[in-house]
């Protein structure tokens, strides 16, 4: 299950603040592309291709990366509210 397929449509400007908030959220906590891959258990790509909002995140990444930002799973809803 795709989270902006399956709240909004795959809504391109939603994929865009979603990968923003992980950017900011990830440099924040001063962890890099990789630390934050292995920690979510993707592919440093995958975090990329998030980040520059070039693909849905996926619902069952949105645990994953809540607890690696260390923000709770709502964080990610938010941005379809």
Known sequence: M???TFLDGGNMSTQFAI?????????KLEM?????AQLV??????????????????AEEIPKLA?????PNQEFYNFIE
């Open 2 to 4: 795709i989270i902006t």
């Open 19 to 27: 990968g923003i908030f992980i950017r900011n959220r990830r440099k």
């Open 32 to 36: 890099s592309q990789t630390v934050l």
């Open 41 to 58: 258990d993707v592919d440093q790509s995958r975090i990329s291709i998030l980040e520059r909002g070039g693909s849905p995140l996926k």
């Open 67 to 71: 607890k690696a930002l260390h923000v």
